[in-house]
């Protein structure tokens, strides 16, 4: 995490006023900007935590920050003390706390004993901007108190940032959802992030959702979440990055020679200027005389093919961990558009259509066949070609991107129905 101060500004300072949020010190919805407020607001935090006053962000802070960014405390159990009590303090249900606790079961706890107890809050905030260290914190946020949700790594970026994914369910029929392929698309990262945890919360407190009880689609589906392919790309997006970074300053010559597209808003790319979802082995020569043609015959914020199929980390840990997965289906999050592209050239896996106006009468969206000159090199292109099973581009939202955090309540309601679509729809 990076040392905040006074004048800095971006995704990694709506983290800090988000931790400060959380931490009761104020309700201001962060603005990533740190300002007079923000500062007065932390100094409040150091004075109550013991940290040195200085208005400074540091190791020290952050690591105070921690259980509020991540919404698990660690609690020493005081004599007498029982769970319906522990609970009832943090304002959860007891559910909860043997969820993030599993091997307590109904037994009390003893002194002395610690427990994770999850704070009342969900874990992943829809109000912020996404980053690679808030990926980070969502990800420890939901272990805590979901632990039977299994991390894993795919690969790495070309900064050396893990790409994650993340597991749920046991059963027979495997389904990958991936998010944030390109840069300015991050809200998709916190789009599937936000179905994680409502489905592992559903499933830790046994309830049901439209009638379908959420262990039924534990027992009978795994599930991998892979929400944030381009964690370099999505950082510069979001200011995450400092402007000092070798990677940022690259990437800021790659996008001058590009005035045309707005920097950074305009960025899709990985952070070397290759575009990862044109990158997949599924005539992927047509896609690059294309875009060549159209100027983008060298690194650049968006459209550039790369020299080769598969040369950039990204695109070679999610397609080498797609044929080890060998999925029934996958769900590929893009914005924008509100569209869902089904098909690729004349491919048409069993079912495949069925499911996509399945999945506009949940959501709205509208099924689309992918229009010629840009059917070529995506993921979910590559992934029809190579299974011929269902595998769906959705475009979320409208306007450009990166999409307003405003669109994202409705972006939630009508993506909720195509995500469990995405399993369910299959049988
Ligand atoms: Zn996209």
Known sequence: MRTMGEGDSGSIVELL????????????????????NTAEHLRIFQRENGLKEDAICGPATWAVLYPYLIGTQMHVVKPGEKQAGIAGNAGIR??????????????????????????????VPDDIQMSFDLLNLLVDGLQARYPFVSVHTIGQSVMGRPIYRLTLGQGSTHCGYSAA????????????????????KGYAENSTFSGVPWSRLYHNY??????????????LVTDALAHSNPYWIEAKEIADAFPQL???NGWKANIRGVDLNLQYPASWEQAKEIKYKQGYDRPAPRDFVGEAPLTEPESIALAAYTKQADYDLILAYHSQGKLIFWKYKNYNPAG????????????GYIPMTTPDESANAGYKDWFIQE?????????VGTGSSPLPLEQFPEIYENNLGILLLGMIGLS
Not at 94 to 123: D, F, I, M, Y
Not at 387 to 395: A, D, M, S, W
Request: with cysteine; aromatic share 8%.
């Open 94 to 123: 007891v559910e909860s706390l043997r969820a993030a606790n599993p091997g307590l079961g109904t037994a009390e706890p003893e002194e002395g004993q610690v427990l994770k107890v999850p704070t009342p809050h969900p874990v």
């Open 181 to 200: 392929h390109h840069a300015n698309e991050w809200l998709t990262c916190t789009l599937v992030m936000k179905f994680l945890e409502q489905y592992a």
């Open 262 to 264: 707005p920097f950074p």
């Open 352 to 363: 495949s259509y069925v499911l996509a106006l399945r999945m506009q009468a949940v959501s």
């Open 222 to 235: 795994t599930l991998d979440i892979l929400p944030l392919i381009n964690p370099d790309g999505v950082d």
């Open 387 to 395: 299974y011929n099973r269902p595998g769906y581009t959705i475009e």
């Open 17 to 36: 006023q988000h931790g400060l949020r959380r931490a009761g010190i104020t309700k201001a919805v962060p603005d990533g900007s740190f300002g007079p």
